[in-house]
């Protein structure tokens, strides 16, 4: 059965560096998402990716994120200069015609 | 923001009845209801999906109700199983973010079956 990877499963970085979470998601899909998790709190929505540009973002994507689907199967979420509070399980998802999302394991990022 | 809601952290449950878990959302603009189950360390994986055209809707063990003038939704599963033991995610979307239709996350249940 077709399933959405993320790499790395875990990534630990220090305050300001860059990190690129890297996503899979299902081959003949059409939309793609990343989610976050912060621990103990609600799963939120990042940003939605259709047609090759962003469609959709939350408040939380701001100008520290930014996506990209540099090779017609990846599907990466990078973020410029890390933050404590960027520390969370990011989940990346994809959709193809109908409306359900399927999920990926998810990278734990830790900023320390 | 609580746009969906889950009042219940927890539940517990015996092996072999019925687990429902309920959630509300105050958004009239959702149209499709999702539920998922998640397990420590790993995604949500989806369950089974409404459509606000609906009322019901039944996949084997799983049947999601759906209450539109109360704006809820509840997710039955009968029976209940030991490996049923996980987080449940009641999530929701609407037409309005476009053919994008994001999700928005209610806070989980624990769902224990025990046996």
């Known amino acids: 059965e077709p399933e959405v990877t993320q790499t790395p499963s875990h990534q630990v970085t220090q305050m300001g560096q860059e990190v690129i979470l890297r996503c899979v998601p299902i081959?003949?899909?059409?939309?793609f998402y990343w989610y976050r998790q912060i621990l103990g709190q609600k799963v939120e929505f990042l940003v939605s990716?259709?047609?090759?540009?962003?469609?959709?973002k939350s408040e939380i994507f701001d100008d520290q994120f930014s996506v990209e689907r540099p090779d017609g199967s990846n599907f990466t979420l990078k973020i410029r200069s890390t933050k404590l509070e960027d520390s969370a399980m990011y989940f990346c998802?994809?959709?193809?015609?109908?409306?359900?999302?399927?999920f990926g394991p998810g990278t734990r990022l830790t900023v320390l | 923001d609580q746009q969906v809601k889950q009042n219940s952290p927890s539940l517990s449950v015996q092996e072999g009845r019925i687990s429902i878990l309920n959630c509300d959302y105050t958004?009239?603009?959702?149209?499709?209801f999702l539920w998922y189950k998640k397990y420590p360390a790993e995604g949500p994986t989806f369950l089974i999906s409404?459509?606000?055209?609906?009322d019901k809707n039944e996949d084997g063990r799983f049947t999601v109700f759906l209450n539109k003038s109360a704006k809820h939704l509840s997710l039955h599963i009968v029976p209940s199983q030991p490996g049923d033991s996980a987080v449940y995610f009641c999530?929701?979307?609407?037409?309005?973010?476009?053919?994008?239709?994001?999700?928005?996350f209610g806070s989980g249940t624990q769902l224990t079956v025990l046996p």
């Open positions: 998802a994809s959709r193809g015609g109908w409306n359900e999302q399927f």
């Open positions: 081959s003949n899909h059409l939309y």
């Open positions: 990716f259709y047609n090759n540009e962003i469609s959709e």
């Open positions: 958004n009239s603009m959702f149209d499709y």
């Open positions: 409404i459509s606000s055209i609906k």
């Open positions: 999530a929701a979307s609407d037409s309005s973010s476009g053919s994008a239709r994001q999700l928005t």
